[in-house]
T-cell receptor, first 113, second 115 residues
Framework: SQKIEQNSEALNIQEGKTATLTCNYT??????LQWYRQDPGRGPVFLLL?????KEKRKERLKVTFDTTLKQSLFHITASQPADSATYLC????????????FGRGTQLTVWP | EPEVTQTPSHQVTQMGQEVILRCVPI?????FYWYRQILGQKVEFLVS????????KSEIFDDQFSVERPDGSNFTLKIRSTKLEDSAMYFC?????????????FGSGTRLTVV
Protein backbone atom coordinates (compact mmCIF):
# COMPACT_ATOMS: atom_id res chain seq x y z
CA SER A 1 0.00 0.00 0.00
CA GLN A 2 1.06 3.59 -0.49
CA LYS A 3 3.07 4.98 2.42
CA ILE A 4 3.61 8.71 2.86
CA GLU A 5 5.71 10.30 5.58
CA GLN A 6 5.89 13.96 6.39
CA ASN A 7 9.08 14.94 8.13
CA SER A 8 7.88 15.80 11.56
CA GLU A 9 4.63 16.32 13.34
CA ALA A 10 5.53 19.88 14.31
CA LEU A 11 7.81 22.60 13.03
CA ASN A 12 8.35 25.90 14.83
CA ILE A 13 10.10 28.80 13.12
CA GLN A 14 10.51 32.50 13.57
CA GLU A 15 8.64 35.00 11.44
CA GLY A 16 10.55 35.96 8.31
CA LYS A 17 12.42 32.66 8.03
CA THR A 18 11.84 30.00 5.39
CA ALA A 19 9.85 26.96 6.44
CA THR A 20 10.78 23.71 4.69
CA LEU A 21 8.45 20.73 4.96
CA THR A 22 9.27 17.28 3.65
CA CYS A 23 7.10 14.59 2.13
CA ASN A 24 8.60 11.17 1.46
CA TYR A 25 6.74 8.31 -0.16
CA THR A 26 7.33 4.64 -0.81
CA UNK A 27 5.96 2.08 -3.23
CA UNK A 28 4.09 3.67 -6.08
CA UNK A 29 5.40 6.83 -7.69
CA UNK A 30 2.72 9.47 -7.99
CA UNK A 31 1.93 11.12 -11.27
CA UNK A 32 0.96 14.24 -9.32
CA LEU A 33 1.75 15.51 -5.88
CA GLN A 34 -0.39 18.11 -4.16
CA TRP A 35 0.05 20.24 -1.09
CA TYR A 36 -2.84 21.41 1.06
CA ARG A 37 -3.22 23.60 4.11
CA GLN A 38 -5.58 22.56 6.89
CA ASP A 39 -6.66 24.76 9.78
CA PRO A 40 -8.19 23.23 12.94
CA GLY A 41 -11.73 21.96 12.33
CA ARG A 42 -11.64 22.92 8.64
CA GLY A 43 -11.25 21.11 5.36
CA PRO A 44 -7.99 21.00 3.40
CA VAL A 45 -7.33 23.97 1.14
CA PHE A 46 -5.42 23.36 -2.10
CA LEU A 47 -2.12 25.21 -2.44
CA LEU A 48 0.04 23.75 -5.19
CA LEU A 49 0.28 20.77 -7.52
CA UNK A 50 3.41 19.41 -9.18
CA UNK A 51 3.62 16.76 -11.89
CA UNK A 52 6.12 13.92 -12.00
CA UNK A 53 7.94 15.48 -14.95
CA UNK A 54 8.31 18.84 -13.18
CA LYS A 55 11.17 19.63 -10.84
CA GLU A 56 9.86 22.80 -9.26
CA LYS A 57 6.71 24.92 -9.03
CA ARG A 58 6.24 28.35 -7.49
CA LYS A 59 3.30 30.44 -6.40
CA GLU A 60 3.95 33.70 -4.60
CA ARG A 61 5.86 32.78 -1.39
CA LEU A 62 5.37 29.05 -1.92
CA LYS A 63 7.71 26.67 -3.73
CA VAL A 64 7.41 22.93 -4.24
CA THR A 65 10.08 20.58 -5.54
CA PHE A 66 9.66 17.00 -6.64
CA ASP A 67 12.48 14.45 -6.82
CA THR A 68 11.21 11.12 -8.14
CA THR A 69 14.63 9.51 -7.63
CA LEU A 70 14.64 10.34 -3.93
CA LYS A 71 10.85 9.84 -3.76
CA GLN A 72 10.56 13.15 -2.02
CA SER A 73 8.83 16.51 -2.28
CA LEU A 74 9.89 19.63 -0.42
CA PHE A 75 7.50 22.46 0.32
CA HIS A 76 8.94 25.86 1.13
CA ILE A 77 7.27 28.96 2.54
CA THR A 78 9.55 31.96 2.29
CA ALA A 79 9.26 35.06 4.46
CA SER A 80 6.94 33.14 6.77
CA GLN A 81 4.27 34.95 8.75
CA PRO A 82 2.25 33.98 11.85
CA ALA A 83 -0.77 33.65 9.52
CA ASP A 84 1.02 30.74 7.83
CA SER A 85 0.62 28.71 11.03
CA ALA A 86 -1.44 25.64 10.10
CA THR A 87 -1.07 21.95 9.29
CA TYR A 88 0.30 21.25 5.82
CA LEU A 89 -0.66 18.04 4.08
CA CYS A 90 1.01 16.34 1.20
CA UNK A 91 -1.22 14.22 -1.04
CA UNK A 92 -0.29 11.79 -3.79
CA UNK A 93 -2.28 11.14 -6.92
CA UNK A 94 -1.12 8.03 -8.72
CA UNK A 95 -2.78 9.21 -11.88
CA UNK A 96 -4.47 5.91 -12.57
CA UNK A 97 -7.56 6.42 -10.46
CA UNK A 98 -10.08 9.20 -10.32
CA UNK A 99 -10.04 11.34 -7.24
CA UNK A 100 -8.16 9.03 -4.96
CA UNK A 101 -5.58 11.06 -3.08
CA UNK A 102 -3.31 9.45 -0.53
CA PHE A 103 -2.65 11.95 2.24
CA GLY A 104 0.20 12.17 4.69
CA ARG A 105 -0.51 12.89 8.34
CA GLY A 106 0.65 16.46 7.93
CA THR A 107 3.18 18.75 9.52
CA GLN A 108 1.93 21.35 11.99
CA LEU A 109 3.74 24.60 11.33
CA THR A 110 3.89 27.36 13.93
CA VAL A 111 5.41 30.70 12.97
CA TRP A 112 6.15 32.85 15.97
CA PRO A 113 6.70 36.61 15.89
CA GLU B 1 -14.72 32.57 -4.26
CA PRO B 2 -16.95 29.51 -4.90
CA GLU B 3 -17.30 27.12 -1.98
CA VAL B 4 -18.30 23.56 -1.28
CA THR B 5 -21.04 23.69 1.36
CA GLN B 6 -21.65 20.89 3.83
CA THR B 7 -24.53 20.41 6.24
CA PRO B 8 -24.87 19.83 9.09
CA SER B 9 -21.60 20.99 10.58
CA HIS B 10 -22.02 18.61 13.48
CA GLN B 11 -24.22 15.53 13.81
CA VAL B 12 -24.62 13.28 16.83
CA THR B 13 -26.31 9.96 16.27
CA GLN B 14 -26.91 6.74 18.14
CA MET B 15 -25.14 3.59 17.07
CA GLY B 16 -27.19 1.68 14.53
CA GLN B 17 -29.00 4.75 13.22
CA GLU B 18 -28.86 5.96 9.64
CA VAL B 19 -27.31 9.33 8.84
CA ILE B 20 -27.24 11.39 5.68
CA LEU B 21 -24.51 13.95 5.19
CA ARG B 22 -25.20 16.61 2.63
CA CYS B 23 -22.99 18.59 0.31
CA VAL B 24 -23.47 21.22 -2.34
CA PRO B 25 -20.45 21.08 -4.67
CA ILE B 26 -19.28 24.01 -6.77
CA UNK B 27 -21.79 24.48 -9.54
CA UNK B 28 -19.59 23.93 -12.60
CA UNK B 29 -17.69 21.02 -11.10
CA UNK B 30 -18.34 17.56 -12.52
CA UNK B 31 -16.41 15.32 -10.15
CA PHE B 32 -17.38 14.74 -6.54
CA TYR B 33 -15.71 12.99 -3.64
CA TRP B 34 -16.09 12.03 -0.02
CA TYR B 35 -13.14 11.80 2.35
CA ARG B 36 -13.04 11.31 6.09
CA GLN B 37 -10.62 12.14 8.89
CA ILE B 38 -10.73 10.36 12.20
CA LEU B 39 -9.53 12.63 15.00
CA GLY B 40 -5.74 12.86 14.94
CA GLN B 41 -5.46 10.68 11.84
CA LYS B 42 -4.85 11.40 8.20
CA VAL B 43 -7.45 12.29 5.61
CA GLU B 44 -8.71 9.11 3.91
CA PHE B 45 -10.45 8.62 0.59
CA LEU B 46 -13.92 7.08 0.60
CA VAL B 47 -15.43 7.44 -2.86
CA SER B 48 -15.36 9.38 -6.13
CA UNK B 49 -18.43 10.07 -8.27
CA UNK B 50 -18.80 11.19 -11.84
CA UNK B 51 -21.61 11.14 -14.36
CA UNK B 52 -24.05 9.83 -11.77
CA UNK B 53 -22.08 6.80 -10.82
CA UNK B 54 -19.29 5.75 -8.52
CA UNK B 55 -15.89 5.91 -10.21
CA UNK B 56 -13.86 4.43 -7.42
CA LYS B 57 -14.32 3.48 -3.79
CA SER B 58 -11.92 2.55 -1.04
CA GLU B 59 -11.91 -0.44 1.26
CA ILE B 60 -13.63 1.71 3.90
CA PHE B 61 -16.64 2.30 1.64
CA ASP B 62 -18.48 -0.94 2.33
CA ASP B 63 -22.15 -1.85 1.93
CA GLN B 64 -23.10 0.44 4.83
CA PHE B 65 -22.18 3.47 2.73
CA SER B 66 -23.92 4.88 -0.31
CA VAL B 67 -23.75 8.11 -2.29
CA GLU B 68 -26.34 9.87 -4.35
CA ARG B 69 -26.79 12.99 -6.42
CA PRO B 70 -30.54 13.39 -5.96
CA ASP B 71 -30.79 16.60 -7.97
CA GLY B 72 -28.59 19.00 -9.89
CA SER B 73 -26.95 20.53 -6.85
CA ASN B 74 -26.76 18.15 -3.89
CA PHE B 75 -24.42 15.25 -3.27
CA THR B 76 -25.10 13.03 -0.28
CA LEU B 77 -23.34 10.35 1.73
CA LYS B 78 -25.53 7.89 3.60
CA ILE B 79 -24.33 5.59 6.33
CA ARG B 80 -27.01 2.98 6.82
CA SER B 81 -26.23 1.65 10.30
CA THR B 82 -23.63 3.72 12.09
CA LYS B 83 -20.92 2.22 14.24
CA LEU B 84 -18.80 3.89 16.90
CA GLU B 85 -15.80 3.75 14.56
CA ASP B 86 -17.65 5.85 11.99
CA SER B 87 -17.10 8.87 14.24
CA ALA B 88 -14.97 11.25 12.16
CA MET B 89 -14.95 14.47 10.16
CA TYR B 90 -16.44 13.81 6.75
CA PHE B 91 -15.31 16.07 3.94
CA CYS B 92 -17.00 16.50 0.60
CA UNK B 93 -14.85 17.75 -2.29
CA UNK B 94 -15.37 18.60 -5.91
CA UNK B 95 -13.25 19.36 -8.97
CA UNK B 96 -13.88 20.74 -12.41
CA UNK B 97 -11.69 18.17 -14.13
CA UNK B 98 -9.69 15.38 -12.61
CA UNK B 99 -8.19 17.84 -10.12
CA UNK B 100 -4.83 17.61 -11.83
CA UNK B 101 -4.58 21.30 -12.56
CA UNK B 102 -6.20 23.04 -9.62
CA UNK B 103 -6.55 20.28 -7.05
CA UNK B 104 -9.78 19.65 -5.21
CA UNK B 105 -12.02 22.07 -3.36
CA PHE B 106 -12.99 20.69 0.02
CA GLY B 107 -15.90 21.71 2.21
CA SER B 108 -15.53 22.53 5.88
CA GLY B 109 -16.74 19.12 6.87
CA THR B 110 -19.40 17.45 8.99
CA ARG B 111 -18.27 16.20 12.36
CA LEU B 112 -20.11 12.94 12.95
CA THR B 113 -20.21 11.61 16.48
CA VAL B 114 -21.68 8.14 17.02
CA VAL B 115 -22.65 7.40 20.61
Amino acid sequence: SQKIEQNSEALNIQEGKTATLTCNYTNYSPAYLQWYRQDPGRGPVFLLLIRENEKEKRKERLKVTFDTTLKQSLFHITASQPADSATYLCALDRGSTLGRLYFGRGTQLTVWP
Amino acid sequence: EPEVTQTPSHQVTQMGQEVILRCVPISNHLYFYWYRQILGQKVEFLVSFYNNEISEKSEIFDDQFSVERPDGSNFTLKIRSTKLEDSAMYFCASSEGFGRDDGYTFGSGTRLTVV
